[in-house]
Each structure stands twice: as C-alpha cells, then as structure tokens.
Nanobody, 120 residues
Framework: QVQLVESGGGLVQPGGSLRLSCAAS????????MGWYRQAAGNQRKLVAT???????DYGDSVKGRFTISRDNAKNTVYLQMHSLKPEDTAVYYC??????????????WGQGTQVTVSS
C-alpha cells in the first residue's frame, strides 16, 4: 500500500506564490515519475506538471514560466513552486506517482488533493 500526502495549499492573492509538497510512503520499490494535476469546479482534471526520476519535466501550457516542479528522490517527495498566481489557477491540486511496488507491480497512486484558491 502506498500513500501520497500533500501539503501547502491555501488562499493567496493574485500575483502571489505558494509551494505545494507531496510525500510518498509505503510499499515503494521505485518511483518512475511524480507530478501534479488540478481540477477546477465543473472541469476535468488537467495536467499541471510532471517530473521523472532523472529530472525531465513537462508542464501544462497555462503554467509554463510560472510554476516549477522539483523532486527529492531520497525523500520520495515532489514539490510545486507556484508564482504569479492567477484566479484561474484556483483548483484542487492532486499529486500522483507512477511507481513500482515492493512486490514488483507497477501502478499509479494519487493523493487526496489540496485546495488552492487565488482571490483578492
């Protein structure tokens, strides 16, 4: 069993910054990729950013140049630094991991989500 625990969400004014963290724990052999999706009210879940175990990153078009994803492999933790936040960034942010468990199985795991609200 694997758990992903997110932290760092909250209320911020437009133009402000937030940093999200997500720590994976449990029966983990290795983690291939980690990342973040977000889901605004009434919308589908969309990619925010991903990072592989070797540091290759990918970003959704709407966050390029404003958000930075990073990862601490030793801690099985992924971070999302968000700058120049806009009201349209308001959403529940979900952490995920593509990983191999200790029994050799490959699967995805998701966090419970953390709310980010950008409003004055």
């Amino acid at each position: 069993q694997v758990q992903l625990v997110e932290s760092g969400g909250g209320l911020v004014q437009p133009g402000g910054s937030l940093r999200l963290s997500c720590a994976a724990s449990g029966s983990i052999f290795s983690i291939y990729a980690m990342g973040w999706y977000r889901q605004a009210a009434g919308n589908q879940r969309k990619l925010v950013a991903t990072i592989t175990s070797t540091g290759t990153t990918d970003y959704g078009d709407s966050v390029k140049g404003r958000f930075t994803i990073s990862r601490d492999n030793a801690k099985n933790t992924v971070y999302l630094q968000m700058h120049s936040l806009k009201p349209e960034d308001t959403a529940v942010y979900y952490c995920y991991a593509d990983l191999r468990g200790t029994r050799g199985e490959d699967f995805n795991s998701w966090g419970q989500g953390t709310q980010v609200t950008v409003s004055s």
